[in-house]
């Protein structure tokens, strides 16, 4: 039984170290958030899953980390500067702002409850921007990017050059982008900095409606095969009026989240828009020559976007569940191994001298493959909840026995069985039942 309200997974990754309200101590800055110990571990996992699955896992993909800072040129020939913004509209009663798009009845400000109290709608741009170098002045102007997207197009001609690949094929960034958004808000799902993980991908004219569905469906299946039941998910098309500037067609994948569906991913037909920008814009050629068919043309992009932070928090309130073990309440994070902070927890039963040296060696073994917990503190029943509620999924449980038999208990997080395995196998055993 997936999370049913926010605050249970707010409450957990405070209480266990995922996520904690940024400059705590300084009273809070609103709608930022600092990851902690086993937030930084998954946020990890969950980037390193996608680069798996888009770049690992395929030979017509590259990655590559293009700069946060640009100058406005860039985002100029992107259309950002005219067009990345949002309907931004004042109750003239409580003073409170709201993006017109978000407001259920336009008629009632969800802040006071005043009547007809808002002002007409206003562009407002999302961009934030800041100065570079000491002097400032509109020539030292840049942009913190609002989108991954724009650093695979403006070294579409630099990768094409030096990796030999040719279209189709795609360019993959995984990163920090912000927004200054107007209306920031549950948890991490809308923040004002976040990251990214976008492939753009380039194809010939003709194919790009094949590449969109194929896009569509691959993506959604990711979530799926990472654990996301899939009656949690559905892929939406956008109507004609809610497409960007620069897109034939998008379809969102869209989590059901405890206040309703909301968007994890847009799959963008982006056409030649922005390569035929920036290349109006730059002056620089920016196309393919094939030299098969001896034809020159700007490839058609397929743009699969998600957030990785936004995603996080729909793996987690995903993999929450309660049950009842031993007449006793249990809380568990039913992730999938790759995305669980830590695959094991090595678990000595005693503190005793006695044990330590093996259960520090076993620790030791298995930490050079996996990301490892070492917990000697409490009970062993409550160490094995503290495990099952930020989703490990095996213990590795060293007792005075082990000593003797040269053996350890190996303790599944979802079933609670136990099994004994000689230590010479325990590697192999792990192996197996994580999968990787
Ligand atoms: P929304 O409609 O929710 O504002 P968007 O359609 O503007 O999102 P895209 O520009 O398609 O979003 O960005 C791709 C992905 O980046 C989104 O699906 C989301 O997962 C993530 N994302 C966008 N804005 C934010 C944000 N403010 N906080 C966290 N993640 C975000």
Known sequence: MPAKDLEQIVNLCK??????????????????????PLGALMLRNVKDAWVRAMVQQR?????????????????????????????????????????????DDRSVCPGCGAKDSFTEARAFNLMFKTHAGPIE???????????????????????????????????????????????????????????????????PPADGPQWYEYWCSE???????L?????????????????????????????L?????????????????????????????????????????????????????RTMAAFLLAAYDEDEVGGELRTILR???????????????????????????IHRTVSDRYMVDYDDTQSIGRRYRRQDEVGTPLCVTVDFDSLEDNAVTIRDRDTTEQVRVPIDSLMGELLARLGF
């Open 15 to 36: 209480r266990r170290g995922f996520v904690y309200p940024s400059a705590e101590i300084y009273g809070g800055f609103r709608s930022s958030y600092d990851y902690g």
């Open 59 to 103: 030979d017509d993909t590259v990655l590559i980390d293009a700069a946060i800072l640009s100058p406005p040129a860039v985002w100029e020939a992107s259309g950002h500067l005219a067009n990345f913004t949002d309907p931004l509209v004042d109750c003239t009663s409580c003073k409170q702002r709201f993006r017109e798009d978000h407001l």
């Open 137 to 203: 002045g509109s020539g030292a102007e840049v942009y913190l990017r609002p989108e991954t997207a724009q650093g695979m197009f403006v070294n579409f001609a630099n990768v094409l050059q030096t990796s030999r690949k040719k279209p189709p094929f795609g360019i993959a960034q995984v990163g920090k982008s912000f927004r200054n958004e107007i209306t920031p808000g549950n948890f991490i799902f809308r923040t004002r900095e976040f990251e990214q993980m976008e492939l753009e991908f380039f194809v």
């Open 219 to 225: 993506r959604l299946n990711w979530y799926v095969g």
């Open 227 to 255: 654990g996301i039941p899939s009656e949690m998910l559905r892929l939406r098309a956008h109507d004609a009026d809610e497409l960007s500037h620069y897109s034939a067609g998008t379809s969102d994948v869209e989590f």
């Open 257 to 309: 989240f405890p206040w309703g569906w909301g968007e994890l991913e847009g799959i963008a037909q982006r056409t030649d828009y922005d390569l035929k920008q920036h290349a109006t814009h730059s002056g620089e050629k920016l196309d393919y020559f094939d030299q098969a068919t001896n034809e020159r043309y700007v490839p058609y992009v397929v743009e699969p976007a998600a957030g990785a932070t």
């Open 335 to 361: 992730l999938h191994p790759r995305l669980a902070p830590f695959k094991v927890a090595v678990l000595p039963l005693s503190k005793k001298d006695t044990l330590t040296p093996l259960a520090k060696q």
